[in-house]
């Protein structure tokens, strides 16, 4: 069992990961149904998307992906900048497509609830 555990640790950290964003993205989807701008609710549930599964390397090898947000804080904490710099600029990016799609759905629901 120990040599199947060292040896897809990084498999068996990430789907524990995933199951844990799962349970906390529910929770914040239910948080977030009291509001009643579905622009802010849409904003806020995308931007804990996106902080929340947004993958970065975590060395330069290149060989492990982590959590960006969490490759940030060890490089911020430990004062290395490279690659919290680049970690810092996939949340970047994955954020402002988060915020294209949420555009593009305000606009195609504009345009339904006109009528064409």
Known sequence: MDAFIGEYQHVIAWVTYVLAGAVFCAFWWKFTRAI????????????????????????????????AAMVLAMDL???SSSNGLAASLALLVCAALMLI????????????????
């Open 77 to 79: 904490l430990l004062g």
């Open 36 to 67: 009643s701008h579905g622009g802010w609710r849409d904003l806020l549930r995308g931007l804990v998307l996106v902080t929340i599964y947004t993958p970065w390397y975590i060395g330069e090898s290149h060989e492990h992906v982590a959590p």
């Open 101 to 116: 799609v949420l555009i593009i759905r305000r606009f195609q629901g504009r345009r339904a609830d006109n009528g064409g």
